[in-house]
């Protein structure tokens, strides 16, 4: 077992923008390298709660959206004891998805303000590093139609979008923006470039907290 402690790396962005291609591309480089490194996802859909998000996201069931925003929470909280016994084994947990994009999706809708949706994921492990994979409205309309899921409209994206660059601004959180638009593999390059970077320097650090 490594004698360091692993990394929490997180992709973030708006849907289309690769996060779940560029994850699982991150984890076997680091693998291949011989960095223990796995991969975790929010929403984590195998749960009691993630079955009711998956309801609610599918359309099946509605859900008032104080009660969704703190299940989205609930589903990253419930799964930080085990996030933690893999960091803390020296495993780089590569999210897709974390509470950045609770607060970004949340407050897109109207009548919610940023800090009220940032509130219930605050104490979750803080991301040593949190790449966003940033890509134009034109570039993903070409990556093709969106899904029958909630969310999933180019008017919301675009709020979307908004609330992760006041999202970005906080210099409390070690933010790269990540030029998405680029082929496969020179997105994977710089990805691969910033997480060794991070991997390094978590070495060295305790876990923080957001
Ligand atoms: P994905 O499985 O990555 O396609 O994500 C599912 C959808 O849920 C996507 O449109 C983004 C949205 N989402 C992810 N996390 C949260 C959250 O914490 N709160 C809200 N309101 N939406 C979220």
Known sequence: MSCHRGALIVLEG???????????????????????????RFPDRTTSIGLLIN???????????????????ANR???VPSMKKKIEQGVTVVVDRYAFSGAAFTSAKQGFCLDWCKTPDVG???PDLVMFLKVSPAEAALRGQFGE???????FQKTVQQRFEQLMKDPSVNWKVIDASKQIQDVHEDIIGHSLSAITT?????????
């Open 55 to 73: 309801s609610y996201l599918q359309k099946d069931r509605e859900l008032e959206d104080h009660a969704i925003h703190l299940l989205f929470s």
């Open 14 to 40: 708006v849907d289309k923008a690769g996060k779940t291609t560029q994850c699982k591309k991150l984890v076997a480089a680091l693998q291949h390298s011989g960095r223990p490194a796995e991969v975790m």
């Open 77 to 79: 909280w419930e799964l």
């Open 202 to 210: 978590a070495q060295s650090q305790p876990i923080g907290e957001l």
């Open 149 to 155: 899921e909630r969310y999933e409209t180019s008017v």
């Open 124 to 126: 979750l492990p803080k």
